[in-house]
Antibody
């Protein structure tokens, strides 16, 4: 069974940093592109970033470009999102999701990031 | 960026109804269109990928169609467990973008 478990969320002040993790199991992690998607509670889904299976390619939403870094450790089956220079508008539930030709076919349960002074 | 527009934003329906949701892309995306269902407090779930392919385990009452800019998700006979919010999403190019969602509520 595919499992994705996010962690690392919490409360951080504006301008601060946070590193999210997503532990994957139940599939060959190193064979899949991985994504981060966020959602303000009660609002819609917003794609944040993706990384290729071999880490050679990354892409970001304009709203986070230059501030967020996506990376992965295929030996540890873990995806990361380093979030720097955090803003109020980054407050959201962050999901990791497995990507491929089928879109986003498996999602974690999310980790909540709150940016507040 | 490609904008995805869903209509309606919400609808009220009864169990057994046939329901059709629409998604329009701001430019052609071939069939790079996926549909997700999200229930309150839960992660989204993939229903349909590449416009018309049913994800494994998804009931056959769900179907998708469309190509280019106009797409539909149809639920042939609405079941109580189908009351949820549905999102379309394009994977034609980055940034991937989602529609704003259609909330299907019980009449």
């Amino acid at each position: 069974e595919v499992q994705l478990v996010e962690s690392g969320g919490g409360v951080v002040q504006p301008g601060g940093s946070l590193r999210l993790s997503c532990a994957a199991s139940g599939f060959t992690f190193g064979s899949y592109w991985m994504h981060w998607v966020r959602q303000v509670p009660g609002k819609g889904l917003v794609w944040v970033a993706r990384i290729s299976n071999d880490e050679s390619t990354t892409s970001f939403a304009d709203s986070v470009k230059g501030r967020f870094i996506i990376s992965r450790d295929n030996a540890k089956n873990t995806l990361f999102l380093q979030m720097n220079s955090l803003r109020d508008e980054d407050t959201a539930l962050y999901y990791c999701a497995r990507g491929g030709s089928k879109g986003l076919d498996n999602w974690g349960q999310g980790t909540l990031v709150t940016v507040s002074s | 960026d490609i904008q995805m527009t869903q209509s309606p934003s919400s609808l009220s329906a009864s169990a057994g109804d046939r329901v059709t949701l629409t998604c329009r892309a701001s430019q052609t995306i071939s069939t790079y269109l996926n549909w997700y269902q999200q229930k309150p407090g839960k992660a989204p779930k993939l229903l349909i990928y590449v416009a018309s392919k049913l994800e494994s385990g998804v009931p056959s009452r769900f179907s998708g169609s469309g190509i280019g800019t106009d797409f539909t998700l149809t639920i042939s006979s609405l079941q109580p467990e189908d009351f949820a919010t549905y999102y379309c999403q394009q994977s034609y190019n980055t940034p991937w973008t989602f529609g704003q969602g259609t909330k299907v509520e019980m009449k």
